[in-house]
């Protein structure tokens, strides 16, 4: 395979197809009690790796895990949020990504400071 870009968009082959029933209303491929595809302006694509073969935001996984309020990806304010530092007091964020600045190029694991302003605010998906 030259390349993993957009397979969502690659089209059923008429094989595929064969004995496949389409959803009028949602448009879902399903063949062997199985979704296989989606139909998109006319034609079947294959579509994402998801229940409803469309890119969906909305996390059940989350819901289960008794997450529910983060079953859509949300902006959580952080220790650092700009509202919470008080820059009168000198409190600005030293390290505003999220790349870990400790095991820089494996020689720096020992530096206790390295660790002490290392980001804890990933973001959540």
Known sequence: EKHSYQKHLKELSKTDLKDAEIDDQSGLIRKEGKEIGVMVNGKAHIGFPTPSRKNEFYSQTMVDWKWPEYA???????HV???KLDKSKGEYVLVPTFRLPTLIHSRSGN???LTEISNRNPIWM
């Open 111 to 113: 530096a206790k400071w």
């Open 81 to 83: 949020h700009p509202e």
């Open 72 to 78: 859509i990806p949300t902006y959580i304010k952080s």
